[in-house]
């Protein structure tokens, strides 16, 4: 019988050779290159709680927003693309842990050989064979020194990445619809003003036409007036345009085509309320809340996966390699005891030179786990940006509505004295002109000021990582 000597000395040889630590067991934190600050720099209008699944859309009590953000869920088409990087990622991590387990082979079939006569010093006749076989072969490479888990690890850690960035999808996307919405919302907000404007300008012209067939004005009054009311219809055209190029939009965002949601959207409905009192939490919590940061970390940890895993190649493999089977000339005696064979060869190989090919794929491994601890600091650091800029945004619109509303009511006042003195003939039509022309602007300005501070309030939202926990994506995989 052969001896496995050599079998076991090898064996205790690579046992007592350090394995490498696994780097994939450290917290993505430690990382960290810079202290995240304790408070966000504005915090006057925020609370200090984050909920795990807000829904944070629900807080504008808009029914037409839940709606089509309930559509862009289930219809959007990069959800669906992430959800199916999921289902990818997961069956890549059955194939990991497939490592585990021996292959086994079936094979049979039925060889004739024919073999020449003429090979031996005296010319013989040829010797015909034909037979039968039938056997398993097994393959199994032990993982003696944790390669195959380090690969299962690395494709669990890539598993969790695609679930972060799913919910890092659905984030954006619920966002985003929101965020047409409000666009939407303010062009149509807009079009009602230029409406009412045109309206009353309409009814200036009028006054000024009576003026001056009375001989009170001259046609520059009139003209004047005109230029005031056509330059309002001008505006017009390019807010029906910017209406229906929005709802384009979110018939993009929602998954569906525009003529399935023109109906409902087309009827103007008045903003979602925008003041808010927004729950941001302490900087430190967007470690776990950001879907970005989320996925980053585990790209981080799969990373330090492939590591250890470039630095196993340094050791041995076992592998068990085994066949069974029969072989016999006549069917029916494949099954009897005389024709069964059988091999059984563990094997150790060990690469003892390779033109430091491994060497090369450490160092390599190395600097794409440095990549990954840069990309996870840059995330962490523009994470924190985005809140602190959303935050400051939110409340500079803030403050800025408050000083429009009392422009527009003292522009409103004097739009209404210039006119009455004007028909009086106390004031040029010049002052009318000016004030009409004022109000409608501070009129769009303050529309505008308000679809920025939703806006912004929203991109806090995002910036805080949503109402979606990476951990809690609802996907049946």
């Given at each position: 019988?052969?001896?496995?000597?050599?079998?076991?000395?090898?064996?205790?040889?690579?046992?007592?050779?350090?394995?490498?630590?696994?780097?994939?067991?450290?917290?993505?934190?430690?990382?960290?290159?810079?202290?995240?600050?304790?408070?966000?720099?504005?915090?006057?209008?925020?609370?200090?709680?984050?909920?795990?699944?807000?829904?944070?859309?629900?807080?504008?009590?808009?029914?037409?927003?839940?709606?089509?953000?309930?559509?862009?869920?289930?219809?959007?088409?990069?959800?669906?693309?992430?959800?199916?990087?999921?289902?990818?990622?997961?069956?890549?991590?059955?194939?990991?842990?497939?490592?585990?387990?021996?292959?086994?082979?079936?094979?049979?079939?039925?060889?004739?050989?024919?073999?020449?006569?003429?090979?031996?010093?005296?010319?013989?006749?040829?010797?015909?064979?034909?037979?039968?076989?039938?056997?398993?072969?097994?393959?199994w490479e032990i993982d003696v020194f944790g390669k195959i888990t380090s690969k299962v690890k690395s494709s669990k850690s890539a598993y969790d990445a695609?679930?972060?960035?799913?919910?890092?999808?659905?984030?954006?996307?619920?966002?985003?619809?929101?965020?047409?919405?409000?666009?939407?919302?303010?062009?149509?907000?807009?079009?009602?003003?230029?409406?009412?404007?045109?309206?009353?300008?309409?009814?200036?012209?009028?006054?000024?036409?009576?003026?001056?067939?009375?001989?009170?004005?001259?046609?520059?009054?009139?003209?004047?007036?005109?230029?005031?009311?056509?330059?309002?219809?001008?505006?017009?055209?390019?807010?029906?345009?910017?209406?229906?190029?929005?709802?384009?939009?979110?018939?993009?965002?929602?998954?569906?085509?525009?003529?399935?949601?023109?109906?409902?959207?087309?009827?103007?409905?008045?903003?979602?309320?925008?003041?808010?009192?927004?729950?941001?939490?302490?900087?430190?919590?967007?470690?776990?809340?950001?879907?970005?940061?989320?996925?980053?970390?585990?790209?981080?940890?799969?990373?330090?996966?492939?590591?250890?895993?470039?630095?196993?190649?340094?050791?041995?493999?076992?592998?068990?390699?085994?066949?069974?089977?029969?072989?016999?000339?006549?069917?029916g005696n494949l099954f009897k005891n005389q024709t069964f064979t059988y091999t059984i060869a563990p094997t150790l190989s060990w690469t003892i030179f390779?033109?430091?090919?491994?060497?090369?794929?450490?160092?390599?491994?190395?600097?794409?786990?440095?990549?990954?601890?840069?990309?996870?600091?840059?995330?962490?650091?523009?994470?924190?940006?985005?809140?602190?800029?959303?935050?400051?945004?939110?409340?500079?619109?803030?403050?800025?509505?408050?000083?429009?509303?009392?422009?527009?009511?003292?522009?409103?006042?004097?739009?209404?004295?210039?006119?009455?003195?004007?028909?009086?003939?106390?004031?040029?039509?010049?002052?009318?002109?000016?004030?009409?022309?004022?109000?409608?602007?501070?009129?769009?300005?303050?529309?505008?000021?308000?679809?920025?501070?939703?806006?912004?309030?929203?991109?806090?939202?995002?910036?805080?990582?949503?109402?979606?926990?990476?951990?809690?994506?609802?996907?049946?995989?």
């Amino acid at each position: 019988m052969r001896s496995l000597l050599p079998l076991g000395s090898l064996l205790a040889i690579a046992l007592s050779t350090p394995l490498c630590a696994n780097a994939s067991d450290a917290s993505p934190e430690k990382y960290l290159e810079r202290d995240m600050p304790e408070n966000w720099a504005y915090n006057e209008y925020f609370t200090q709680t984050v909920p795990t699944d807000d829904s944070w859309w629900k807080t504008f009590e808009d029914p037409c927003l839940d709606s089509l953000i309930n559509e862009g869920v289930n219809n959007n088409y990069n959800v669906a693309i992430a959800a199916h990087r999921i289902k990818i990622a997961s069956q890549a991590v059955n194939q990991a842990r497939s490592a585990y387990f021996p292959t086994v082979n079936l094979s049979a079939g039925w060889q004739k050989s024919r073999n020449s006569g003429g090979l031996g010093d005296a010319l013989n006749d040829a010797s015909v064979s034909d037979y039968f076989s039938l056997g398993l072969n097994m393959n199994w490479e032990i993982d003696v020194f944790g390669k195959i888990t380090s690969k299962v690890k690395s494709s669990k850690s890539a598993y969790d990445a695609t679930r972060a960035e799913y919910a890092a999808v659905m984030t954006a996307l619920c966002a985003n619809i929101a965020k047409s919405y409000v666009t939407l919302r303010m062009y149509q907000a807009e079009y009602q003003v230029a409406m009412e404007h045109i309206g009353s300008q309409g009814k200036i012209v009028k006054i000024t036409e009576a003026r001056h067939e009375a001989g009170l004005a001259s046609m520059l009054d009139v003209a004047q007036a005109r230029m005031v009311y056509y330059s309002t219809q001008a505006s017009v055209p390019g807010l029906e345009s910017a209406i229906h190029t929005t709802i384009n939009s979110l018939a993009i965002l929602t998954g569906v085509y525009p003529d399935s949601i023109y109906e409902r959207l087309e009827i103007a409905r008045e903003m979602p309320d925008y003041h808010q009192m927004v729950p941001v939490g302490a900087p430190a919590q967007l470690l776990r809340r950001r879907p970005d940061i989320v996925e980053a970390e585990f790209q981080l940890a799969q990373y330090a996966a492939q590591l250890g895993i470039a630095k196993k190649d340094f050791l041995p493999t076992l592998s068990l390699n085994a066949s069974i089977g029969t072989a016999a000339h006549d069917a029916g005696n494949l099954f009897k005891n005389q024709t069964f064979t059988y091999t059984i060869a563990p094997t150790l190989s060990w690469t003892i030179f390779d033109g430091m090919s491994r060497r090369a794929n450490v160092i390599s491994a190395r600097e794409q786990m440095e990549v990954g601890i840069d990309n996870y600091n840059l995330t962490v650091m523009t994470a924190v940006e985005e809140v602190d800029n959303a935050i400051s945004t939110y409340m500079a619109s803030l403050k800025n509505i408050d000083v429009l509303n009392d422009v527009i009511d003292n522009s409103k006042q004097s739009l209404d004295l210039s006119v009455d003195l004007y028909k009086k003939g106390l004031n040029p039509f010049t002052d009318v002109v000016n004030a009409q022309m004022n109000y409608l602007s501070y009129q769009n300005s303050i529309i505008e000021s308000k679809g920025k501070a939703l806006s912004a309030l929203i991109s806090l939202y995002e910036a805080l990582g949503g109402g979606w926990d990476p951990n809690q994506s609802q996907l049946n995989l």
